[in-house]
């Protein structure tokens, strides 16, 4: 991680510590190198406000002689060729090569907030950038960040803290509450409050991906990135052993699990989405399983992945598996104590309640990647555990098992209205 180089430009002393002074703490306490330039600051109190941008800076572990100031004009500033070139010229001086800008959105209404976006766009390139709002001037509708970074207690602390160095504009920067603005950012990635960051990437970036995705903190990235890094992985979804194979398994359920977890990865993996998707009779079923982390989508009736390998892995404990697909239901299984977990039906023969697992366990054929199950007895059950893939916060007291390393297996009971995942049993090894 130390050897990514990210540096934060703001058009104002202030503007880095308002919307990202949390991801420069996570930044710092991981060892990166991280530098500050302040674009503006040629007023009359231009050397009070650069004494409060350095000690703003050293409150979040940012030394001071790594602070540095364009001296361009305030309210005036423009991506012109003067401003460019005098930027270049700075971070040159200084022998900074970062692989990570952190800038304004356009989304803005303040025309230096825009202008330093466009300068730091062409000050720089083959950079992977992470633009931040600023909560006085923002504008909400195209803001769309997909990178977080949670506003802890201990982040929240250097934050203030910083921000309350920044004496000469106490009063600009409570016209507006930022905490009820990073409680809004928050609930867009299932967090109590956060910053949030754009992503975009100049033509020639070769960005670390990774180790960029390692700083957001938000459920989905915490959960994935564990898996997968900075490779790709690929869905099994379902198939049977003949076309037109007689086996009554409806796949709407499934196939709006799928879509939602696909979409989850458009939206918020970078530079790409790494989801491909295979049917599990696909004839590159050996080839793949043997280089990469898997998903497999279905229980032993319509995934012929779970049916031959996944529910014999050494490792499975819960199953969704079937004697007589036709005549009996599918159902959870506990391979060691044989206990049998069957779907539930009223009495006019609707499902009333679904049985089914949410794995992520060593993939044995393929020493360092992950086979990832999501399962039930019938398609409602998988659609819930891949719902909760494309969304782990949505259910916490699910996800917290997930947070530590190794094999885990969770089994789950969900009611026909496709709700909260109640728990039957966790294990993790």
Known sequence: MPELRLLAIGAHPDDIEIGSAALVTKAVGLGIETHFVVLTDDGDDRE??????????EALGVPRDRVLFAGLRDGRLRADARSVGKVRKLVSAHGLK???IVTHTTADSHNDHVEANRIAHAAFRE?????YSVHLSRE????????????SREKLAKKTRALALHDSQRARLERRDLAAYEASLGKLA???RAEAFEVSMQEGAEGPFDEILTLSESP?????SRIIGSQDITLFYEAYSTPGAPIDWPTGHENAGRDQLRQSFRDQWLPYSPLSEAPSNSPALDQIIQAQSVILAGGAVSNLVVRDLYNRFRSTLWAIDYEMPRLEPAYLYNRSSGLRFYPKYDTQNTLSEDFGVIARVANPYAPGEHAVCAAGATGLGTRVALEFL???GAQRDIAQYFEKPGNVQVAFRVGADAGKIELVDACHE
């Open 127 to 131: 950079c992977v950038f992470l633009h």
């Open 220 to 224: 989905f990235h915490r959960f994935w």
């Open 98 to 100: 970062p692989d990570l």
């Open 140 to 151: 909400q509708q195209p803001f769309a960040p997909r990178i977080f970074v949670e506003v």
């Open 190 to 192: 299932r967090m109590e």
């Open 390 to 392: 494309a969304d782990p």
């Open 48 to 57: 009070a406000r650069r004494g409060e941008a350095a000690a703003a800076a």
